[in-house]
T-cell receptor, first 108, second 116 residues
Framework: GEDVEQSLFLSVREGDSSVINCTYTDSSSTYLYWYKQEPGAGLQLLTY?????DMKQDQRLTVLLNKKDKHLSLRIADTQTGDSAIYFC????????FGAGTTVTVRA | DGGITQSPKYLFRKEGQNVTLSCEQN?????MYWYRQDPGQGLRLIYY???????QKGDIAEGYSVSREKKESFPLTVTSAQKNPTAFYLC???????????????FGQGTRLTVV
């Protein structure tokens, strides 16, 4: 949607880190989310960050939030073939607004 | 097992026909949503419902209709007025409405609608 913007594609070598970036518009969002979509399936919540935090780490995932610039990023360490998917960032006010999704392709 | 179920997985419709997509959840969630997914456009909100017997238009409601007669069910009808209905449709539910608290949305597996 218009409220949330992401780059559309990312190609990464297996074992490297992936960084997916997102910008959002609604500064009142209390939480910001990252969802993952496997081919032909629905979305699953991957991780989230509270708007008062700058960083959240969850195993191989690191979320960075720059509230001033309204910029959110997701870093996946040691990217594996199973990480190939579409990743959506989302913000919530009265509805959940999703970005266009970043298609991550992991190459051997 | 609790979850959200969409049916059918694939649906073909002739131009000019209405078609209804099913969405059922047994998670006891109050809020339910319908999104449309097109390549490169992300998820666009069609309709959402925060409680039984109440629903609101999303960003692209024209040509669609919904009902919320039961908490568990939120069917979407794609009418003949929808000019470009071929898309992947996703239904989701959450415990409460978004905004304020943490809102995890649970998604169905989607229905791929093709107009022939």
């Amino acid at each position: 949607g218009e409220d949330v913007e992401q780059s559309l594609f990312l190609s990464v070598r297996e074992g490297d880190s992936s960084v997916i970036n997102c910008t959002y518009t609604d500064s009142s969002s209390t939480y910001l989310y990252w969802y993952k979509q496997e081919p032909g399936a629905g979305l699953q919540l991957l991780t989230y960050i509270f708007s008062n935090m700058d960083m959240k780490q969850d195993q191989r995932l690191t979320v960075l939030l720059n509230k001033k610039d309204k910029h959110l990023s997701l870093r996946i360490a040691d990217t594996q073939t199973g990480d190939s998917a579409i990743y959506f960032c989302a913000e919530s006010d009265y509805k959940l607004s999703f970005g266009a999704g970043t298609t991550v392709t992991v190459r051997a | 097992d609790g979850g959200i179920t969409q049916s059918p997985k694939y649906l073909f419709r002739k131009e000019g026909q209405n078609v209804t997509l099913s969405c059922e959840q047994n998670l006891n969630h109050d809020a339910m949503y319908w999104y449309r997914q097109d390549p490169g456009q992300g998820l666009r909100l069609i309709y959402y419902s925060q409680i039984v017997n109440d629903f609101q238009k999303g960003d692209i409601a024209e040509g669609y209709s919904v009902s919320r007669e039961k908490k568990e069910s939120f069917p979407l009808t794609v009418t003949s007025a929808q000019k470009n209905p071929t898309a992947f449709y996703l239904c989701a539910s959450s415990m409460g409405p978004p905004g304020g608290g943490l809102t995890e949305a649970f998604f169905g597996q989607g229905t791929r609608l093709t107009v022939v």
